[in-house]
């Protein structure tokens, strides 16, 4: 079973930046696929990016040029590095893990709330 405990999010203005991070427990082996998704108020829970072992990433249109994702994978953490905050990216960020390429099984954690207000 593997927990994941989210730190980082606040309250920030318009324009400013905040470091998320996720660390993962449990688990023997580096996480195949980590990274994070956020649910708006009123809103379905959308991707804002993930990461494998290798490398890959994959990230929403919306964050790319203003978010990074990284990991440690020794450490099964993962980072979000978010600049040029707008008000839009106010939501509950949630970490996810899939242990395996074959994607069987999520794991979330409780999330961390982003508000970016003036």
């Known amino acids: 079973q593997v927990q994941l405990v989210e730190s980082g999010g606040g309250l920030v203005q318009p324009g400013g930046s905040l470091r998320l991070s996720c660390a993962a427990s449990?688990?023997?082996?580096?996480?195949?696929?980590m990274g994070w998704y956020r649910q708006a108020p009123g809103k379905q829970r959308e991707l804002v990016a993930t990461?494998?072992?290798?490398?890959?990433?994959n990230s929403a249109d919306s964050v790319k040029g203003r978010f990074t994702i990284s990991r440690d994978n020794a450490k099964n953490t993962v980072y979000l590095q978010m600049n040029s905050l707008r008000p839009e990216d106010t939501a509950v960020y949630y970490c996810?893990?899939?242990?395996?390429?074959?994607?069987?099984?999520?794991?979330w954690g409780k999330g961390t709330l982003v508000t970016v207000s003036s």
């Open positions: 990461t494998t072992t290798g490398g890959s990433i």
């Open positions: 449990g688990s023997s082996r580096s996480i195949y696929r």
């Open positions: 996810n893990a899939v242990p395996t390429s074959l994607g069987l099984i999520n794991y």
